[in-house]
């Protein structure tokens, strides 16, 4: 059950035009989806199209036309705000702002407010490497994560995510959230009718719940929270994921005035729908301010050479560094396109027959 990139492309611009996206933003958005998919981020990948982001443009919580507004603005600095427009094609600008900023002035550094999900953070440092520089994001989210000791959800899973250019045919990116999971994770877990690993996620018993499609109602409802990194409670270092997702929310939202903690809800007082405002940060570092593009790299790479040729424990003949597991991923499929299991070829197919689109997907043959 596969579909070439270049269909499934096509197929997700075309329904992003018909729902009222431009056809430039919508090529952006694709591609930024579909990218998540082949470097093997199946949590952010074509799986979300239509309930992050098509059923908010219809349930009107997300503008299709996005305003991307410069609120403030020095030579090294910005902030945006996107109006809760498609956060794909405001963060895509924003990094956009950052790297000319740096190439200019050696760093640049864009807060973005109301904007809205912006995919998976890896696409926006990797525009930076590939221009040779340092990039680094961080968004705040819908509550997810209890604080240690706690049950409640409170911060989001609030990424901090690093790309660095190496000599190497792949860069360093760290990608991940400050939680051992996030809810996208949790989603395709229930997608693929499987259990969540016992220990992600904490129950307002104190307990750990493992029921994807449970974890799931319970998370809407305040009833569960994901664990931060490190897990539940203190003994494995939870703490410390806690306190960098407090850091990627007060960057995400203090920096531009914006909404945070329970004000991403996504809900008003009345339980009705609403926007999620959220905040993000965009870094762009330009290694030639200071020993020069060619000196990072090479440092960069023999950092990660040595680490992969260190000795590995038994059992093991490999050694990996961020990003090259999906530098691999993406060489094995880059010609098989993209793989769709039997729950997402019907929301594809739903969204075809919903926006009356002339669309015939292979696996309906």
Not at 207 to 215: L, V
Request: with cysteine.
């Amino acid at each position: 059950m596969y579909i070439s990139w270049d269909k499934i492309e096509d197929f997700i611009i075309c329904a992003f035009v018909k729902l009222g996206v431009p056809e430039e933003d919508a090529a952006i958005c694709a591609d930024i989806l579909i990218e998540s998919d082949k470097r093997g981020i199946e949590s952010h990948g074509v799986n979300r199209f239509k309930p992050i982001y098509v059923d908010r443009i219809i349930d009107g919580i997300l503008n299709p036309v996005t305003e991307f507004e410069v609120v403030r603005e020095t030579k090294t600095t910005a902030v945006i705000d996107g109006h809760n427009g498609m956060g794909m094609v405001i963060a895509y600008k924003a990094m956009k702002m950052c790297m000319e900023k740096a190439k200019k002035y050696g760093m640049g550094m864009v807060a973005v407010r109301n904007s809205t999900h912006y995919g998976f953070a890896g696409y926006y440092v990797t525009m930076a490497t590939d221009a040779d520089m340092i990039g680094i994001t961080g968004t705040n989210a819908r509550p997810s994560i209890a604080p240690t000791f706690g049950v409640e959800n409170m911060l989001g899973t609030n990424p901090l995510t690093f790309g660095m250019p190496t000599d190497e045919e792949f860069p360093f990116v760290l990608d991940c959230a400050t939680s051992i999971t996030q809810r996208g994770k949790i989603e395709y877990f229930a997608r693929s009718n499987m259990d969540t690993p016992f220990g992600m996620v904490i129950g307002e018993d104190g307990k750990a719940m493992t029921d994807s499609n449970e974890i799931l109602k319970a998370l809407n409802e305040g009833r569960a929270a994901l664990a931060p990194l490190g897990g539940i409670g203190e003994e494995l270092g939870g703490y410390k994921g806690y306190g960098y997702a407090t850091v990627v929310e007060i960057l995400s939202a203090a920096l531009q005035a914006g909404s945070y903690l329970k004000m991403l809800a996504g809900v008003n007082e009345k339980g009705e729908k609403i926007p999620y405002p959220l905040g993000h940060f965009f870094i762009a570092i330009d290694p030639e301010a200071f020993m020069g593009v060619q000196v990072f790299k090479k440092t960069a790479g023999d950092i990660l050479r040595e680490l992969r040729n260190s000795k590995k424990a038994e059992g093991h003949d490999r050694i990996y560094t961020a990003g090259e597991k999906e530098y691999l991923a993406r060489m094995e499929r880059i010609d098989k396109g993209l793989f769709v299991n039997e729950s997402v070829r019907k929301e594809l197919v739903g969204v075809r027959d919903m926006l009356n689109l002339d669309f015939v997907f292979p696996f309906e043959g």
